[in-house]
T-cell receptor, first 114, second 111 residues
Framework: DTAVSQTPKYLVTQMGNDKSIKCEQN?????MYWYKQDSKKFLKIMFS???????INETVPNRFSPKSPDKAHLNLHINSLELGDSAVYFC?????????????FGQGTRLTVV | DAKTTQPTSMDCAEGRAANLPCNHS???????VYWYRQIHSQGPQYIIH???NNETNEMASLIITEDRKSSTLILPHATLRDTAVYYC????????????FGKGTKLSVKP
């Protein structure tokens, strides 16, 4: 069983479109995250949610809106896509924010905006 | 910004130990040292973490200096599949306890 799964794995779309990336974890974790890895391979945190509540929003444009329907899911909606949004987006989860535990990452969603 | 400094790249012969250094001179008393790696086109993978004492698990060993200003990740018998970018991360607790990734070390294991 995949611990943290993201769909889709690849997403190619045109500028101006609205798209969503889904993330699910079956580990029973309380905290979930979205990270963005750009073309230079820097991994940056975007959001973190703890028990469905937004905890961290790292100066991400408001075109990006995370939604957590329940503790096991954290979806990422992106409106009015721009060329600069092209990147690999990783979802992750951990048992409890800030605890002495490891985070588990999904396999990533490669978003290409054309 | 990342609180750690790592070499950009390293090579290691297959079967030999890979020793990856990390400097974290500004680490505070309640911050842990974490190591993750990212194999090409995959999500980051947790390796090991520690606070003060040396740690060992099935993947690697972590040696932390007594002053905690630096550490070394040791892969005892590197294989080709260990080729990856290795990230050393200093992480605190509470709302500041997020993983902040730096540039990492690109380890190339060669036959």
């Amino acid at each position: 069983d995949t611990a943290v799964s993201q769909t889709p794995k690849y997403l190619v779309t045109q500028m101006g479109n609205d798209k969503s990336i889904k993330c699910e974890q079956n580990l029973g974790h309380d905290t979930m995250y979205w990270y963005k890895q750009d073309s230079k391979k820097f991994l940056k945190i975007m959001f973190s949610y703890n028990n469905k509540e937004l905890i961290i929003n790292e100066t991400v444009p408001n075109r990006f809106s995370p939604k957590s329907p329940d503790k096991a899911h954290l979806n990422l909606h992106i409106n009015s896509l721009e060329l600069g949004d092209s990147a690999v987006y990783f979802c992750a989860s951990s048992p409890l924010m800030g605890s002495d535990t490891e985070a588990f990452f999904g396999q990533g969603t490669r978003l290409t905006v054309v | 910004d990342a609180k750690t400094t790592q070499p950009t790249s390293m090579d290691c012969a297959e079967g030999r130990a890979a020793n990856l250094p990390c400097n974290h001179s500004t680490i505070s008393g309640n911050e842990y040292v974490y190591w993750y790696r990212q194999i090409h086109s995959q999500g980051p993978q947790y390796i090991i973490h520690g606070l003060k004492n040396n740690e060992t698990n099935e993947m690697a060993s972590l040696i932390i200096t007594e002053d905690r200003k630096s550490s070394t990740l040791i892969l005892p018998h590197a294989t080709l599949r260990d080729t990856a970018v290795y990230y050393c991360i200093v992480k605190g607790r509470g709302s500041q306890g997020n993983l902040i990734f730096g540039k990492g070390t690109k380890l190339s294991v060669k036959p």
